[in-house]
């Protein structure tokens, strides 16, 4: 059995009369009976019946049918695949990052990186820092933007920017209108946080701790987004990064002047596991991309 007897099976069973079928696929009517003669005795059943002009699919034809649809389409999907992966500019990226890039940062450099690579193309996934990391090690992500990955044996971290994290109080607060406070000034109010798994969770903890600061959570959240409408809605609190439009969806953020809130944002992959080129050029760029802006701040 090779591919073009499934390929001329196809097209039979889908038209129905060889020497259609025949002149579809470019072949003459005689081959496409042997060629269907041949597959049936390998196979050891009927696929056609044929009754006068008309042929029909045998029961065991329909049934070997929907597995030849799904073979040859797995395999013209590889072919799309393997071209796509020798475009110089195209492949496919397994990208993962953390839930709170997604409203900002992401789509900005998803964008620029598409000016110069417009056939690339990503699937994205967004999650929690452990389930991030755990995605690296089993193979489901080539690269994960986050903070500072959970130590995992084999994951590569590097470090792009800092990212300050915010008081968050809803517009008519009475913190509102400081440009600064301390984590002090909000310790006795409703506090809304992301759940303990993230890592934004996992650093609002450790700079409470460091103020000795103990919040009272009433609510914790899957993402930024979610938290910051809560706190419009002024039912709390909270430490977030920089929410674009924070007027607008009626919140105000204030420097934070103690402790210091700041997180390392970064790009993480597993050392065991070699990138393909296309990962291997976003990864490049990423690098690039933030230490440009960073000697340029210097200047």
Known sequence: MDLSQLEYFRALAHIRHFTKAAASISISQSALSRSITK??????????????????????????????????????????????????????????????????????????????????????????????????????SDLCLGSTMITMKHIAWSYLYSEEIYITVPLHHRLADWEQATLKDIENEPFITMKPSYSLRILTNRVCALANVHPKIIFEGDDTNTIASLVASNLGVSLLPKIPGSDAIGIRQIHVSFPSC????GIAWNMTRPLSPAALRFHQFIVKRFADKRSSTVR
Not at 84 to 98: A, T, W
Not at 262 to 265: A, F, G, L, Q, Y
Request: hydrophobic share 35%.
């Open 262 to 265: 700041k997180r390392e944002i």
């Open 39 to 140: 597959l049936e005795n390998e196979l050891g059943h009927p696929l056609f019946d044929r009754t006068g002009h008309e042929i029909s699919l045998t029961p065991d034809g329909q049934r070997f049918l929907i597995h030849v649809e799904r073979a040859l389409s797995e395999i013209e999907e590889g072919r799309r695949e393997l071209d796509h992966e020798n475009d110089p500019q195209g492949g496919i990226i397994n990208l993962s990052f953390i839930h709170s890039l997604g409203t900002y940062m992401l789509p900005v450099l998803l964008s620029e990186f598409k000016v110069q690579n417009p056939s690339t193309r990503f699937n994205l996934q967004q999650n929690d820092s452990t389930l991030l990391a755990q995605g690296l090690i089993d193979g489901t």
